[in-house]
């Protein structure tokens, strides 16, 4: 064919209008009516009673008294008589930790980064299904954390809405230094490892823009020493006031709140009046910083769970020998310090240090919190609204309520009453999807 018939061919084609094309079917919104036995949806404030929560594409759109029948088209789910409230928040996980150290050091030499990963996405599963919808994990790779937490973003692997630090920040030879004691593992890792340590505060400043670069949404740094460190001695203040101040203020400069790894009372203090925004740990309170703490309006977020389970790896030959006063030291003092927080009315967000212990069993942490003075509702309110209220995410966690993402759970019997029943997760949702459902 000639060339200028080939020409005329294309015009007309260009000048032709497309062919009509069908209009695509609008999807179909996906409803539940959702039935309760008592609802807590407002953690804080008394349950209602039986109730209809209605839940729209995985949002929840309204909270009614009674069980309302659903309109054709909606799916309805039964809970019978079961206690319903929010799905809880921990603010202290390592998922990349598997709470088993004789393991970990049987494994150390054949687990590489890929093998935690796996191990990272198990662990997340199991939180999900105890009840916890949104975690704040302080500690793991950072860029391995950083794509769990996308990955479950995206549905590709069930889990808690993860809000991820990066490695803790920490001076040398602090307890965030991961060197271990020997040259070679100095010389050899480096270069590539080493970014999360700091020695003043300019060096300090760097570490953070290092950590929220990788992909941090809160930083994480030690202010003092820790119960399983092998480096560092003692549970002192390691990292300087100008150090804090220079960290934290950098970490706010970008958006990112902070979190300080803090035992001794001195380092607490210096964290408070740095700007921190929550205090893990606080195992040596007194009440000169406990009123700084109320002050400033600066969360305790108290990982009663921790001290007691490292105590029992250290005295069962788990932990190296180093941790083992250590250990003995927070496990005395966290009972004190933490009932004495709690009558002077600092406040509290739940969080377990879970990695520490086994993931799963972060709810065990509820039973400690009583113990040491907190009602059921006061300790539920620190999963949930506080938790939320600490993270800046309050338009998103910790309540049941319209325009909320249907991030819901259920017991069977009232955890008002025995806050153990948490233990035990029946029902879990998150956005919308049931994850886990005993009959």
Known sequence: MRPALLAGFAALIALS???AAEPAAKPQPKVIYLHAGQLLDQPGKPPRGASTVVITDGIVTSVSDGTLPAPAGATTLELGDAFVLPGLTDLHVHLFSDGDPMRERLEAATRDREDGAYLAALHARQTLEAGFTTVRDLGGPPRGVRALRDAIDAGAVPGPTIINAGTMISVSGGHGDGGGLSEESYGAFAPHDYNNLCNGADDCRR???EQIRLGAQVI?????????SNV???LGQQMTSEEMKALIDT???????????????AGTMAA??????????????????????????????PTMLAPETALAQARGGLLPPATIPKAEAAAAAERQSHALAIRMGVKIAFGTDTGVSRHGDNAREFALMVRAGMTPMAAIAAATVGAAEALGREASAGRIAPGMPADIIA????PLQDVTRLEHVDFVMKRGAIIKQVR
């Open 272 to 301: 408070v009046n740095a700007g921190v925004d929550t205090i893990d740990h606080g195992t040596f309170l007194d009440e000169p910083t406990i009123k700084a703490m109320m002050a400033r309006g600066t969360w305790l977020v």
């Open 220 to 228: 994480k740094f030690a202010a003092t020493g820790g119960v399983l």
């Open 207 to 209: 570490a953070v823009r």
């Open 251 to 265: 970490a706010h400069s970008f958006g990112r709140k902070v979190a300080a790894h803090s035992h001794a009372a």
């Open 411 to 414: 017991v069977h019997g009232d």
């Open 17 to 19: 209008p497309p062919a």
């Open 232 to 234: 560092a001695g003692g």
